[in-house]
């Protein structure tokens, strides 16, 4: 073994002093190897290799400590708490045919951290408020955030190329949140019907409120409403007409299987845009349809002589008295276009005569009358899906004045879809069911109750038919579609009081009238007359219209083809050719 390996392996020790002889006497003895210093470096350098892998496993945990605490507690933007529905996107509403009506889509929320923010805010306000259309001073303060504002919204609802654009800013500061979003490809059509959504994901109004939770986190098999989205655009199309050229505050319209109870169309006008909910106001966000109570006149006549027939108290060929008006307490029931004859009970109806008609009604009495409007369905709340459900408007006591009034339509009030319900069954066979605006499958739909035999509702659609051939709904008559009708022209209440000046106008229809498949009601409320209806604004003159154009344009889509060759039988009703005055 060498020294030097001895040297390297044995504990080291300093040599014994060796004897200074000859001329090397000054030098030492012995000299250590080189190797011996290796041992003392090396340690060295292990110690330099700890320290710096401590402080780095020091520094990366320190880095892992603020991330945990940024992400609990820093990183959490102090926003609205999320909307507890909007888990997952919403389900979609279609109409009858699978046409969307309201769509769940992609969109954000648009959030400022301000403490994150590399650009300035003076700078960076501008180019948002441009993108986002916003306040420039507002979008400042919100960039400047405050104290205890880690975060807050500068959009909601952004779409995806919103989003982009924003982000194309470059600041990490501005970050995005998905939130679903509801589109209403068809708006405003049927939006009375179909309703919207609210900030927070929230139905709150129409279908969307009704079905709101069947709708939260459903993002499979839409919502399968009943109407027909063709048949709704001419709806609101023909009541937009004439509810421009008649001046009208507003109007509502109706049609309805009367097999099924299905509305395939409802419209109320004014409507809204569901995208700025905030610029709603109270008339256009009011159902008409649904939701407004009217007196509808003459309409409620061809109820009282179902009533009147069915309950066996009065027959087709009797006559009544309308020479005179009736007094009766501090009233005076007169006819607008009299007669002043006895009058047969089709010739009541094609003149609307309230004196015949009250006559009939007394015949009928108080008991009676109330039984029949309570299966109808006129005794209380609009029974239908949809969350805005009118109450109607009862006689506060029900005497023999009700009786009578109530008769031609006067004293109570209902919905328009009141109203069609009524006529369905009125034209159907006397089956009444409710108003459905869910789509009902073949064969599933209410069995319903019977209200009417099938011979007073033959005799009513007899009846109907003759007012639109030869009574005051002629101007609702369209060749081949053989619609049968009543108009109905109440004076509004205003203050406790009837106005002289103000009224409703309606005429509520079914076609084609040997087979009944559809009802229809439009109504204006407070038209004007025009020049071509010589100033009248009665419903004949103002509703039957809109009622024969709307017939002309939604028959065949719904497969009623013009037939000249049916009708239903009208001869011998009229002891002459009586027509009536308008």
């Not at 048949?231 to 505050?249: F, I, N, P, R, T």
């Not at 007094?327 to 276009?337: A, E, K, N, T, Y």
């Not at 009513?460 to 639109?468: E, I, S, T, Y």
């Amino acid at each position: 073994m060498s020294a030097a390996s001895l040297a390297f392996d044995a504990p080291f020790a300093a040599p014994a002093p060796v004897p200074r002889t000859g001329p090397r006497a000054a030098q030492p003895a012995w000299r250590a190897p080189a190797e011996v210093a290796a041992p003392d470096a090396l340690e060295r350098a292990r110690a330099r290799l700890m320290l710096a892998l401590l402080a780095f496993v020091a520094v990366t945990l320190l880095i892992l400590i603020r991330l945990v605490w940024l992400a609990a507690f820093a990183g959490a933007p102090k926003l609205a708490p999320a909307p507890a529905g909007w888990v997952s996107p919403r389900a979609d509403i279609v109409d009858r045919n699978g046409v969307a009506l309201a769509r769940g889509i992609e969109s954000y929320a648009v959030v400022v951290r301000p403490k994150q923010l590399v650009t300035p805010p003076e700078l960076l306000a501008p180019r948002l408020a441009a993108l986002l259309n916003r306040d420039p001073a507002m979008m400042l303060a919100r960039l400047r955030g405050g104290p205890k504002r880690l975060s807050s919204y500068l959009a909601r609802r952004a779409t995806p190329e919103l989003r982009r654009a924003v982000q194309a800013l470059g600041d990490p500061g501005i970050d995005f949140a998905a939130e679903p979003s509801r589109a209403y490809p068809n708006t405003p059509l049927a939006q009375h019907l179909v309703g919207y959504v609210g900030d927070d994901g929230h139905g709150m109004a129409g279908m969307e409120y009704a079905a709101d939770r069947g709708l939260r986190g459903q993002a499979g098999a839409p919502l399968s409403l009943s109407i027909d989205t063709r048949v709704q655009q001419a709806l609101e199309s023909e009541l937009a007409a004439g509810m421009a050229k008649h001046s009208a505050l507003g109007a509502a319209g109706v049609v309805m299987d009367v097999e099924t109870g299905e509305v395939i169309a409802l419209a109320s006008l004014p409507t809204y845009d569901p995208a700025k909910p905030a610029d709603i106001h109270d008339d256009g966000r009011r159902n008409h349809a649904t939701l407004g109570v009217y007196e509808l006149g003459s309409t409620f006549k061809a109820l009282t002589l179902a009533m009147a027939f069915d309950s066996g108290v009065s027959r087709m060929s009797d006559r009544y008295d309308a020479r005179r008006p009736i007094p009766i307490g501090r009233f005076v029931i007169h006819d607008d276009h009299p007669q002043n004859r006895i009058l047969s009970v089709p010739e009541i109806f094609i003149h609307s005569s309230n004196i015949g008609t009250a006559r009939i009604a007394a015949q009928l009495g108080e008991a009676r009358q109330r039984d029949y409007l309570a299966r109808l369905g006129f005794m209380k709340p609009l029974q239908i899906e949809l969350p805005e459900r009118g109450r109607p408007i009862l006689p506060p006591t029900w005497g023999a004045s009700a009786v009578m009034t109530v008769g031609f339509g006067h004293g109570i009030s209902v919905t328009p879809v009141h109203l069609a319900t009524a006529y369905a069954a009125l034209v159907n066979g006397g089956i009444w069911r409710p108003a459905t605006v869910l789509r009902v499958a073949p064969g599933q739909a209410r069995v319903g109750t019977r209200v009417f035999s099938v011979q007073t509702s033959d005799q009513m659609r007899a009846l109907l038919r003759l007012v639109v051939l030869k009574g005051t709904a002629r101007q609702a008559d369209a060749r081949g579609y053989r619609i049968g009708g009543k108009t109905g022209t109440s004076n509004k209440v205003e203050g406790g009081k009837y106005s002289h000046t103000k009224v409703v106008s309606t005429l509520a229809a079914a076609f084609p009238m040997e087979k009944p498949r559809y009802v229809v009601v439009a109504m204006l409320d407070q038209p004007q007359g025009t020049k071509d209806t010589y100033g009248f604004r009665t419903a004949g003159w103002v509703s039957a219209p809109i009622v024969r154009k709307l017939v002309q344009r939604i028959a065949p889509i719904l497969g009623v083809a013009p037939d000249l060759t049916h009708d239903v039988s009208v001869e011998g009703l009229l002891p002459g050719d009586a027509k009536a005055e308008e």
